[in-house]
T-cell receptor
Framework: GAGVSQSPRYKVAKRGQDVALRCDPISGHVSLFWYQQALGQGPEFLTYFQNEAQLDKSGLPSDRFFAERPEGSVSTLKIQRTQQEDSAVYLC???????????????FGPGTRLLVL | QQQVKQSPQSLIVQKGGISIINCAYENTAFDYFPWYQQFPGKGPALLIAIRPDVSEKKEGRFTISFNKSAKQFSLHIMDSQPGDSATYFCAASIRNFNKFYFGSGTKLNVKP
C-alpha cells in the first residue's frame, strides 16, 4: 500500500516568505508527527497530532511555525516569514495508533527539503 | 541538550566486516530504543528496536546490544554489504509520551 507522502519535495523560498508543507499519512493512521532534520543531524521533534487534536507542540521553534490536521488525515506545516535558519528537511511520520502506552512503529515520509535564501 | 549521543559520525567498513555504531543516553525513563536506516532522499525507516528488559535482540544480520547500567546501546551489522551503506540513527522514547529523541546519525560506507 501507499506510504507517507509529502509535497512539495523541494521548496526554495526567499527570506520573509510564507511556506506550506503538506503531509499525507498512511490511511487510517491515528498519529501524525512532524520533525525537522538539519543537514547532517538527526530528526528533531516538532509536533504531534492524535487524529485532529494537536496534543504536543513543544518542539515548534517559534510562533512562526504552525501545524494543523483539521480532518484527522492530511496535515500542513506552515512557516511564516521564513528565515535562513529554517532551511532543513521537514519530515512527516505517522503511526497506526497513539504512541502513549504502546511501542508503535513510526513510518516516515521522504521529507520536504526547504531552502531559504 | 542532546538526549541521545551517537558515535561515530562516519564509518567505513570493508564488505563482509562488522559495523558497530554506539549510542548513549542519560534519561533513565527511556524505555524503547529503535534504530532507523536512512538512504539519501528518503525518510528514515525502522530497522530494529529493543526494550530495556532484554540485553540483546537479533534480526538477521542486525543486532542491538543493550547495557542498561551503562545507559548505552549499540547496533552491530554483521557481514556488512555495500547495500547497507546509509545513515543510521539511534533513537529513544518514553512509552507514555508521544515523542522520539534521535541521535545525530552515523554515515556508513561499506566498500566492496
Amino acid at each position: 500500500g501507499a506510504g507517507v507522502s509529502q509535497s512539495p519535495r523541494y521548496k526554495v523560498a526567499k527570506r520573509g516568505q510564507d511556506v506550506a508543507l503538506r503531509c499525507d499519512p498512511i490511511s487510517g493512521h491515528v498519529s501524525l508527527f512532524w520533525y525537522q532534520q538539519a543537514l547532517g543531524q538527526g530528526p528533531e521533534f516538532l509536533t504531534y497530532f492524535q487524529n485532529e487534536a494537536q496534543l504536543d507542540k513543544s518542539g515548534l521553534p517559534s510562533d512562526r511555525f504552525f501545524a494543523e490536521r483539521p480532518e484527522g488525515s492530511v496535515s500542513t506545516l506552515k512557516i511564516q516569514r521564513t528565515q535562513q535558519e529554517d532551511s532543513a528537511v521537514y519530515l512527516c511520520a505517522s503511526s497506526l495508533r497513539e504512541l502513549a502506552g504502546r511501542w508503535e512503529t513510526q513510518y516516515f515520509g521522504p521529507g520536504t527539503r526547504l531552502l531559504v535564501l | 541538550q542532546q538526549q541521545v549521543k551517537q558515535s561515530p559520525q562516519s564509518l567505513i567498513v570493508q564488505k563482509g566486516g562488522i559495523s558497530i555504531i554506539n549510542c548513549a543516553y542519560e534519561n533513565t525513563a527511556f524505555d524503547y530504543f529503535p534504530w532507523y536506516q536512512q538512504f539519501p532522499g528518503k525518510g528514515p525507516a525502522l530497522l530494529i528496536a529493543i526494550r530495556p528488559d532484554v540485553s540483546e535482540k537479533k534480526e538477521g544480520r542486525f543486532t542491538i546490544s543493550f547495557n542498561k547500567s551503562a545507559k548505552q546501546f549499540s547496533l552491530h551489522i554483521m557481514d556488512s554489504q555495500p547495500g547497507d551503506s546509509a545513515t543510521y540513527f539511534c533513537a529513544a522514547s518514553i512509552r507514555n509520551f508521544n515523542k522520539f529523541y534521535f541521535g545525530s546519525g552515523t554515515k556508513l560506507n561499506v566498500k566492496p
